[in-house]
């Protein structure tokens, strides 16, 4: 079986630290591969001991180190798409893989269910979209047998179950099993590993599809709430008595 895994490289958000001075993150954050991507690559792994094949990892815009870690933890290759504007939004991401996709033909293609840093959720269904194969999201448990994925996903009042046969695009959450760790052994043979680079013309894509659909605005930080006045233990009439003394010293009544 191919097994495609999509992975992201962010910065660490147990690092992230915001400068209003400056309007931005504070420069020089460590970036590492986005957490969902590390629980997608590793039912990968587990798919691939099941069932046998290959997987190959890959990302849009600069990942060395997501990618090392990909391959550390036993992905057999890896590729790197990069090029001016990338990986821009989540469409322009969106497009870049499915092109790179159309290439490869997996049969399956996980990837997590957002980043820590847009945190849209969009890439993996556009990617669906896109190549018009199927899409679980929210995936916290799955079971392959007979040529069909028993897929068990989150939803808002429960649990749901799909049967799913491939081609298809499954959406991690952290609900699976902990990412394995990259061991000595796998982080010496991940050196030997091809990491093949690529540019959007080398899948057939040119500037004009790759517009960005969204733009994004300065970061801000939220202005401070006022803590409020929290009125107890008094009887109901003393207690309208001192809000109407609150909003009168505020001019807040006609």
Known sequence: ?????????????????????????VPGIQE???EYDLYALEAALRLREQVGGQ??????GPARDALNRALAMGADRAVSIEGEGLPGDSWVTATVLAAWL????????????????????NVGPAVAALLDIPLVSN???????????????????????QEVAPPLVLCALSALPQPRLPTLRGIMDARRKPVERLGPADLGLDASELVPLVSWAGLSQPEAKAAGIVVQDVSPDEAAERLLVFLEARGLLG
């Open 1 to 25: 079986m191919k097994i495609a895994v999509l992975v992201k490289q962010v910065p660490d958000p147990n690092a992230v630290r915001f400068d209003p001075r400056l309007g931005d993150l």
């Open 32 to 34: 590492v591969a986005n």
């Open 55 to 60: 997987i190959v990892v890959a990302s849009v």
């Open 102 to 121: 159309r290439g490869e033909q997996p049969d399956v293609i996980w990837c997590g269910q957002e980043t820590s840093d847009s945190g849209t959720g």
């Open 139 to 161: 995936v916290v448990g799955w079971e392959f047998r007979d040529g069909v994925f028993t897929i068990e996903r989150e939803i808002e009042d429960g649990h749901q179950f």
